[in-house]
């Protein structure tokens, strides 16, 4: 009897694919960590730092409150895994799907055999992705997902920094993100995603540390 085993799991080993998550010895070791598939390199990202974890959930509480409030659809989650394709498999800080968008991956996550798309990593999409800029690891956000978002087609991209206390709205038009707010400090966010919603950033930088 042939035995198959899972190929080594090591951080900066090239080869892997969105499928290598299929093997149950593989995903069991991602789920472990902050990991993503970069260009077909397993890469592993820093920890997230408390100060930017609380903030992005500090602004993510400010939009559901007025979301629920206008019955506007749609959910937020936080570190997502976006399956760009099969070489790029990525964690979103967090992310928005409307019922259109749980559709679609949905359909999607059927067509890659996934009988379960509430089990399936997100395979198209979502309306919109923040991330929350860590120190040291700015390129990342702002160079490399900033090209990568817009190319999967994610309509709205945010990048909250924490340390700075900025956050950077683009909206994607033709293919290319345009950037619509420039905000920090005191200033007053109103998403371009979301009609008549808006939130004051004094109230989402975190004061705890």
């Not at 609380?54 to 895994?81: C, M, P, R, W, Y």
């Not at 700075?164 to 920090?184: H, I, M, N, P």
Request: hydrophobic fraction near 40%; charged fraction near 25%; aromatic fraction near 10%.
């Amino acid at each position: 009897m042939n035995v198959v085993r899972s190929k080594p799991f090591k951080v900066g080993t090239t080869g892997w694919t969105a499928s290598d998550l299929d093997d149950p010895h593989i995903e069991s070791k991602w789920e472990r960590g902050r990991y993503e598939i970069i260009s077909g390199v397993l890469t592993r990202m820093p920890p997230a730092y408390f100060v930017g974890g609380a903030t992005l959930l500090n602004l993510i509480h400010e939009l559901l409150t007025q979301l629920k409030l206008k019955q506007i659809d749609g959910g937020f989650s936080v570190a997502v895994d976006l399956i760009i394709d099969e070489q790029r498999v990525v964690k979103g800080d967090s992310c928005f799907l409307t019922s259109a968008d749980a559709k679609k991956h949905a359909a999607e996550a059927k067509k890659h055999g996934k009988l379960d798309p509430a089990r399936a990593r997100i395979y198209v999409p979502p309306t919109i992705v923040i991330e929350a800029v860590s120190p040291g690891h700015h390129d990342h956000d702002r160079v490399t997902k900033f090209a990568w978002y817009a190319e999967f087609g994610v309509k709205h991209f945010w990048i909250l920094d924490a340390f700075a206390r900025t956050l950077d709205a683009f909206v994607l038009e033709r293919g290319k993100y345009k950037q619509v707010a420039d905000l920090s400090e005191n200033d007053t966010f109103r998403p371009a995603a979301f009609g008549d919603v808006h939130v004051k950033l004094a109230d989402v930088w975190s004061k705890l540390i």
